[in-house]
């Protein structure tokens, strides 16, 4: 059997766990289930990193030992991933004595190669990313993270590095000879130029400390709380005990994760601690986008923690579904919503928009529909027939579609190919219409089946998604589900048996009705459809607190009539963002690099509230150029970029599809 290992990050197990991590866990979960309904022997990790300074301190807050508090923390890992029916086959706790052991083995190794050698360490260090940095790193004596922008300390001790450094030739070969190895292809790009500026060695231990695995044959010192964490892929593996089983899953196929943690952690140090211990590299790692939700960063000071399973609850008690049918509404609309590698908004009203038009509608109401018919008319059993060739090979081209896209993560338009199936499904149903008075019964019989086939076949696609609701249909339509259906079930045809009573039950996904709505789902405002937008405006300079221009006033009052000269004086243009990053001194302001076409321009915007730097950066803006440079903050701005908000940014103009740099806007 072709074994699968798919790697999600370990959590820090401090966090309360959000849609953020259920949407990494759950893309894993969705391949594994892919794969094994393909004939793979998967093997899909998953854990809580729990080591470091701040799980220390929290315990210590708490009047815990460590490791009580971490036992009691993993535990809402563990049940969220329960609730969203995660099918992890490992989970690793960074604090189990198998890992120590592989860790401090790795370490040993590496020691006696010299690609870990003893120094010291001078340097800024930030506590609560737990992260290494560079003088040039430093924005204000704070951590350049905009997440976390937290005053950085200074830290003198004698250290262990590891030569991070000797093996940037290698990752920068890797990168040019297996291009596809670190996807989507902007990541990638981003490791290469992360890797021009240099890599430095890592430091990899800290003194002082008594949370986390000793140095061996030096235990005051602590291993590096990111060295530790990288190295649980192959703890998972079974590294260094079980040498064939692990020679058998080793690399694994596809590692997931975030764009935060790739170029430094993953894309660099990982792999080239994996270079210095002579092991195979991973054969993908893919780096998604992130979540806020209602467009603001998700984060515990912000109240914005959107717990799934609290989601769930309420979507169900809103709605009439069953609490699991929600969870998997809520998979469904992670996956389905945001192209995988882009970041997205997670609101409630998207949430809801989905849930209607796509659940409710498009897939319940076929099923109920029919179901009822069935019901009427022919005493719930499935009629003798066969299915309709036309429909049934559309079908099956959908289902490939949505395998092929499965294969290459591309999660949403899998959803959308197994969606053009229900909708040939719903237009054939309503072509045909089998309760019109002139069917005869044979043709009638013929559109139920196929229907109910075609049912069956998108239900068994879906089964990676929505675990819960489609073995549901799959129950009503009396498809045996004991052996699991696999993958190529999806694709054959005419599997019904003629006579099998097919139950038609309340409605799997009853519609959200306006009322119904609580004022907060799952912890966020339930922002309601007819929600106005603020005006667009060119929503760069000015900081939150400064008093309105005339001109602000008149764009969010009435609007001063222009003539089309006046419209035509704006010299509006695409540009492309190059760089991005803090002005020294304020979260609020950007100072954006960006490219107009053969040219360059420094602007300042003041959308540091909502924007991280890193997330901006290859965005495609629309810029006012010909205005006066104006000095924000000891930095000339030489432009403003277009974005809709009024007194804070709500979102930026951007592209709908990709057009050159300098490109004019009529
Ligand atoms: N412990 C490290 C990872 C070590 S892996 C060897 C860590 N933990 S974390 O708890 O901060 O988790 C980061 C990961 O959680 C991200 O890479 C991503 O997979 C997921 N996400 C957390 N918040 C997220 C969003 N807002 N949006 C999307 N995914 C996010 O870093």
Not at 247 to 268: G, Y
């Amino acid at each position: 059997m072709k074994r699968f290992y798919i790697t999600t990050p370990i959590y820090y197990v401090n966090d309360k766990p959000h849609i953020g991590h259920a949407y990494t866990t759950t893309a894993a979960d969705v391949l594994a289930r892919f794969k094994r309904m393909n004939g793979c022997a998967v093997l899909l990790a998953t854990g809580t990193d729990e080591h470091g300074i701040k799980v220390a301190t929290a315990a210590k807050e708490n009047n815990r030992l460590p490791h009580e508090h971490v036992d009691l923390l993993v535990e809402d890992f563990k049940s969220l991933w329960a609730d969203l029916g995660i099918s992890y086959d490992v989970f690793i706790r960074t604090t189990e004595a198998r890992h120590h052991r592989a860790t401090q083995h790795i370490f040993r190794k590496l020691l006696d190669s010299g690609d870990i050698y003893k120094g010291e360490y001078q340097g800024w260090y930030c506590l609560h990313d737990e992260t290494y940095l560079s003088p040039a790193e430093v924005l204000d004596g704070t951590c350049p993270n905009p997440e976390c922008r937290r005053p950085v300390t200074w830290l003198s001790q004698p250290s262990y590095f590891f030569r991070t450094s000797k093996y940037a030739p290698a990752l920068r070969q890797l990168l040019e000879t297996h291009p596809d190895q670190i996807r989507p292809e902007t990541r990638r790009n981003e490791v290469l130029s992360f890797l021009d500026q240099g890599l430095r060695d890592t430091c990899i231990s800290r003194s002082h400390i008594d949370w986390g695995i000793p140095v061996p044959a030096d235990e005051q010192n602590i291993i590096y709380v990111w060295f530790d964490a990288l190295m649980n892929y192959l703890t998972v593996a079974g590294y260094p005990d079980d040498d064939p089983g692990f020679r058998d899953i080793w690399p694994p196929d596809v590692q997931l994760m975030a764009k935060d943690i790739l170029r430094r952690f993953h894309a660099t140090l990982w792999q080239a601690m994996l270079m210095a211990a002579g092991l195979p590299l991973p054969k993908l790692l893919f780096a998604h986008g992130f979540w806020t939700a209602e467009r603001q960063k998700i984060s515990k000071s912000l109240g914005n923690v959107i717990d799934p399973s609290a989601l769930a609850r309420d979507l169900a008690a809103a709605s009439g579904a069953s609490p699991t049918v929600c969870i998997d509404a809520i998979r469904y609309f992670l996956l389905r919503e945001v192209p995988f590698g882009l970041d997205g908004d997670f609101s409630n009203h998207a949430l809801i928009g989905r849930f209607n038009a796509d659940l409710a509608n498009d897939l319940g109401n076929l099923l109920n529909r029919t179901a009822l018919l069935l019901t009427r008319r022919y005493s719930g059993r499935i009629p003798q027939a066969t299915s309709e060739d036309a429909v049934c090979s559309a079908l099956a081209a959908e289902v490939d579609s949505s395998a092929a896209a499965i294969e290459t993560l591309d999660f949403s338009n899998a959803l959308v190919a197994l969606w053009r199936g229900l909708a040939i499904l719903n237009r054939y149903l309503d072509q045909k219409s089998p309760w019109s008075a002139g069917r005869t019964r044979k043709e009638a019989d013929k559109v139920l089946y196929t229907v109910f086939d075609g049912l069956r076949a998108i239900s068994i696609a879906l089964l990676p998604f929505m675990p819960n609701a489609a073995s549901e249909i799959l129950r009503r339509l009396s498809v045996p589900t004991d052996p699991p259906p696999t993958w190529q079930d999806a694709r054959t045809f005419n599997r019904l048996a003629a006579g099998e009573t097919i139950s038609s039950g309340s409605p799997l996904f009853p519609r959200l009705l306006p009322d119904a709505i609580p004022a907060t789902l799952g912890n966020l405002p339930a922002a309601p459809a007819a929600r106005p937008l603020p005006a667009a405006k060119p929503a760069h300079l000015s900081p939150s607190s400064a008093p309105q221009t005339p001109q602000e006033q008149q764009m969010t009052n009435q609007p001063e009539q222009i003539t089309l000269d006046d419209f035509k004086k704006l010299d509006l243009r695409v540009a492309t963002v190059l760089q991005a990053e803090n002005v020294p001194g304020t979260d609020r302001l950007i100072r954006l690099l960006v490219d107009i076409g053969g040219a360059t321009r420094t602007l300042v915007a003041g959308i540091g509230d909502v924007y991280r730097p890193e997330d901006i950066v290859n965005k495609q803006l629309i810029v006012v150029t010909n205005l006066p440079k104006t000095m924000i903050r000891g930095v000339g701005s030489e432009g403003m970029i277009l974005a809709v908000g009024d007194k804070t940014v709500e979102a930026l103009l951007t592209l709908d599809r990709p057009a050159p740099s300098g490109a004019k806007v009529r």
